[in-house]
């Protein structure tokens, strides 16, 4: 296997036009290897359309679900098809069914992984000229969030068009995320592995002003902002059992310290399996990460402590107003900590 032919493609399509035989017969044209098109419960009015697809060429296989998974299942269906039946190829691109991304530009990509087999490439888009005011902001929200809750500037959050090396296709199937969201977390664990994102320059092409998108505008977005949200999701549920444990032992007549101490004890179990394994997608060994975000967890401990108690004794507040306002003054650093300093890879292994 030689060329692009170490390069395999896996196209998800929903109820997919005859763009999509365009789409796979432009693909084989290029040289690109193994192609796997998943039909994501498309039914039978779809039948004909994807036996055509093995006609183009017998590297073409159709992976069927019986019913609507979702684009992230029927990416994870595609990885996993490869993964055990082309464990040769080098790297794989996924793509969209619609027509939207030229053949060009997925052999753009396939080409730049052929250079970089370990860095993650994305075929970004330029948002410039007539884009749907959906896409425009709907990138432009995704971009803000994620350059400032995960730390990475990406151009294109939400581009279907990605070259992924085949040493992390298999950590991919543990995602648990199904549908567009998938796409997200893919970029949040690449981030947290310390893969290399590269970008590559693609044509932006709507047809029909994405009409035939099946983005749900609100249910979808809904699902990717929680992709990025989980921290804070996590940290409501954590400030929701120590404030509930700091509340009970300071009200039958404990101190701030000791109760600060027990609110502590209690919630920081529960915090670190959330963030560990839903948020920061760590996979280090529990020796390496626990005794830091111990460490972590008593230095901030110490500092809500000694904001509360200036708070209370310079300030005059009452205690239970004092401690929620320091919580939530360190909670951003908290934040950056975790992320930078417990949960990241040091290398970049996968």
């Known amino acids: 296997m030689t060329g692009r032919a170490k390069v395999a493609a896996v196209i998800p399509a929903y109820r997919p036009s005859e763009a999509l035989v365009r789409v796979v ?11 796997v098109v998943i039909d994501d419960g498309s039914g039978p009015a779809y039948a004909a359309l994807f036996d055509k ?5 017998d590297r073409v296989a159709i992976e069927r679900h019986a019913r609507n998974l979702g684009k992230g299942a029927a990416l994870k269906t595609g990885i996993n098809r490869l993964c055990v039946s082309h464990p040769e190829v080098q790297g794989i691109v996924t793509l969209d069914a619609d027509g939207q991304h030229a053949v060009a530009d997925v052999v753009a990509v396939a080409d730049r992984l052929l250079q970089q087999p370990d860095a993650l490439i994305l075929g970004t888009r330029r948002f410039d000229g007539a884009v749907p005011l959906r896409s425009r902001l709907g990138n432009s929200v995704t971009r803000f969030l ?21 040493t992390i296709a298999p950590d991919l199937l543990a995602i648990r995320t199904q549908r567009y969201e998938f796409e997200l977390d893919m970029l949040v664990f690449c981030k947290h592995r310390k893969l290399e994102i590269v970008e590559v320059p693609i044509e932006t092409i709507y047809i029909d002003d994405n009409a035939s998108s099946h983005f749900s505008p609100l249910f979808d977005s809904m699902r990717i902002y929680f992709v990025l949200l989980r921290f804070l999701g996590a940290s409501v549920i954590t400030a929701l059992i120590d404030n509930a444990i700091f509340i009970i032992a300071y009200s039958l007549g404990s101190g701030i310290l000791f109760g600060q101490v027990a609110a502590r004890a209690v919630a920081l179990f529960a915090n670190y399996a959330m963030v560990r394994r839903y948020v920061f997608f760590s996979d280090q060994s529990h020796s390496r990460t626990f005794p830091r975000y111990l460490a972590a967890v008593v230095g901030f401990g110490l500092l809500s402590y000694g904001l509360i108690t200036l708070a209370v004794e310079e300030a005059g ?3 239970i107003p004092a401690k929620i306002g320091a919580e939530g003054l360190i909670y951003l ?18």
């Open 25 to 35: 017969e432009g693909l084989a044209a290029a040289g690109l290897g193994p192609v």
């Open 53 to 57: 697809l093995t006609a183009v060429s």
């Open 146 to 166: 994620f350059r400032h809750l995960v730390g990475q500037d990406i151009t294109d959050t939400q581009t279907g068009l990605r070259g992924l090396p085949m």
């Open 317 to 319: 507040m009452a205690v």
């Open 333 to 350: 650093a908290n934040f950056a900590v975790q992320r930078e300093f417990i949960f990241a890879r040091k290398d970049r292994t996968p």
